[in-house]
């Protein structure tokens, strides 16, 4: 059963390829009509937790991700409407390049009707930004192209002839000088989080300057959408309450299984492994991912945090980890210098950090309540006695199985697993 449409501007911002400045310019825009007193909400294209920090900072609202396959497109629909209720814009980051994966920026895009704007690094290139603007505007029949947006352009003149190069149906929605002071740091699984950049306030405030310093920045043309009925989730966590672990080194974790887990009851309470010395009083423990690598020293060193996780496992009550919560389980995890650190022991085995990548990709997990889904991305490898109950499928050819461990009410492994997908199976875990 489908609902009245709501209809809000929107567009997906999308590129040629990683790298030229599809976060930096999306939440430049957030930021930018926030401080026109906009109400704005932004989603993020793919399993990707790092780039929704900095888009919520700029936003002011928490970011959801949008993905064909590892949550089906009622549920993106169904999350779209909700966000054009009650916004004045929606805005979608696009992941890699626009055609590139096996559940593109171009397949949400066309799927959900939302016109694609590409940002494109204009540094060096004349009318040949026009070729690749017109090439992603008509690869692809029936997807719907806004226009285009020119990242670091040298000069006003360099705007004129970019804008001068394009189609008359291919419009110039922005140019953004080249300018070092907006750049975002990364590392070896992305941008830095919000809360490490500390200037993250003045860098967004001088890209949403830089925005309008050759083109008004307006909004985009209404979008259309269409809500979709979904059954809420089952009760099934009614009375419990779950200790969420959230700090610097622990901080991957999807807003809707948050959302999932209190909707199905549950009260959640925040506590940090790297800071608190005991457990907030709780039903169960999820640890997410992050970086617990960045962090080896400190959290060897709370043998009182690592004490409290033993008693709440000998007491038969419920952890679940993923990725770098899995880790931070184990006996022992080393960093890519070789620097190792005793972590709680829960879990035999070791883990160390390289600098290639070990895993990527979407993965679905088939457990006793059924299929679950979602993604790994890690650098680290591991040596366990552990036999794993169960092993995810990879959907890419050169991915591989994530083992999905168990011992007692504890459950872990690499996997970033979607709760909404399959709320039952998630409220087994705690």
Request: glycine share 8%; proline share 6%; aromatic share 8%.
């Amino acid at each position: 059963m489908t609902t009245n449409p709501r209809c809000c501007p929107a567009m997906l911002i999308s590129a040629p390829a990683s790298g030229q400045g599809k976060t930096t310019v999306t939440a430049a825009l957030a930021y930018y009509h926030r401080q026109q007193g906009r109400r704005v909400r932004v989603f993020k294209t793919g399993p990707d937790f790092i780039d929704p920090q900095i888009l919520a900072y700029a936003s002011g609202q928490p970011v959801y991700q949008l993905d064909l396959w590892m949550m089906g497109e009622a549920h993106c629909r169904d999350l779209l409407y909700r966000a054009a209720g009650e916004a004045d814009l929606i805005l979608i980051e696009g992941v890699m390049g626009l055609f590139d994966g096996d559940s593109s920026s171009a397949d949400l895009a066309q799927a959900l009707a939302v016109p694609v704007a590409a940002v494109s690094d204009a540094q060096g290139m004349a009318q040949t930004f026009a070729a690749v603007a017109y090439g992603l505007a008509n690869y692809r029949p029936g997807l719907a192209f806004a226009g285009v947006i020119a990242n670091k352009i040298g000069s006003a003149g360099h705007a004129k002839l970019l804008q001068e190069a394009l189609p008359a149906q291919t419009p110039l929605i922005a140019a953004v000088a080249r300018d070092d002071a907006v750049g975002l740091p990364s590392r070896h699984l992305g941008l830095w989080q919000a809360d490490e950049i500390g200037d993250l306030d003045t860098r967004l405030a001088r890209a949403a300057e830089l925005l309008n310093s050759y083109t008004p920045c307006q909004l985009p043309a209404p979008v259309s959408f269409v809500g979709v009925s979904i059954d809420p989730p089952p009760h099934l966590l009614a009375g419990k309450r779950i200790a969420v672990a959230r700090d610097a080194a622990f901080s991957f974790i999807y807003q809707a299984n948050l959302d999932c887990l209190q909707a199905m009851g549950a009260e959640l309470v925040f506590f940090s492994p790297l800071k608190d010395c005991a457990l907030p009083e709780a039903d169960s423990v999820y640890l997410p991912g992050g970086y617990p690598e960045l962090h080896l020293q400190a959290l060897a060193d709370n043998t009182a945090m690592k004490q409290a996780l033993i008693r709440h496992h000998q007491a038969d009550k419920a952890i679940y980890a993923e990725c770098g919560g899995f880790l931070y389980l184990l006996q022992t995890l080393a960093d890519i210098d070789g620097n190792q650190a005793a972590m709680a022991g829960l879990l035999p085995g070791r883990a160390r950090m390289q600098t290639r990548l070990a895993n990527l990709g979407m993965h679905s997990l088939q457990l006793e309540r059924g299929e679950i889904r979602g993604h790994s991305f890690h650098f680290s490898t591991l040596e366990t006695t552990l036999e794993p109950v169960a092993s995810s499928v990879a959907q890419r050819s050169f991915g591989h199985g994530e083992g999905f461990f168990r011992s007692g009410s504890l459950q872990a492994s690499y996997l970033h697993l979607y709760f909404p997908f399959n709320p039952r199976l998630a409220a087994g875990f705690f």
